[in-house]
């Protein structure tokens, strides 16, 4: 079974959708549109495809997710929550009211509870409480729950963890995480490009004086993808990739 992406050329170019029940990896400097990405993966599910979904945010508050998808896209979240399609769970670390209907399990971040347990445990209570049929499930973003780990070795343990937990709880994961803006040619991956199951990268490129957005995969397990850099950008029906087009440097 595939799970579509939502993503209309990127679902006819990865062959109807992502692989179900893997994680797959969504890389990009700040405000190359990770979270855009995302919520509009959890969103589509539930209005095309009838699959609920859990989004959990670590970095940024929900009422900020929420309002951005509201006022920049039309999306409207809080609906999609009040009909139970849709948990979107606060690990943020901003203790500030959540939007009506919000479910809030207290931020971890900045406590001693803040880790990989904390958040699968988080995601396995709004499954079983809220949405025992979730099948898709985003976490935004990886990248500081993994800093606070020092040892590579104890990094990618937990990140193992969080894979497996994940996976055993039967989701189909995108996990977001940043990519700190290095030439695209020696990119350096962190351990979650290399358990993932598949990466896709959201670059921000300079050409003379203008930047460039372009989207690549950069990996995908099992099966053949194009190799070529894809233009994208973000508009009022969220992110768009055309496969088709060159990309100008
Ligand atoms: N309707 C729109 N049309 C074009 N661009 C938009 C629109 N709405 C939002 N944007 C832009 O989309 C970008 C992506 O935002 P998003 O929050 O998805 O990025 P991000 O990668 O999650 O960033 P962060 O690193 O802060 O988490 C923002 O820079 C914003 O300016
Ligand atoms: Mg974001």
Redesign the pocket.
Known sequence: MRVKTGITNLDRILGGGLPEGYCYLLL?G???????FGVQYILNGITESDETGIYVTL??PPFSIVN?ARE??GWDMISQETRHKLALVDASPMDIDAPAGTYRIKGALGTEDFSIDSVLGLVSTAKRRLIPTARRCVIDSVSGLLFQYEKPFIQRQQLLKLIKGLTEMRLTTILLGELPEESIDNQRFGPEAYLAQGVFVMHNIRSKNVMTEVFQIKKLRGQKFPKKMMPYS???SGVEIYPEEKVFV
């Open positions: 990009g700040p405000g190359a549109g990770k979270t855009t970095d940024e951005n920049n896209f973000i508009g009022k």
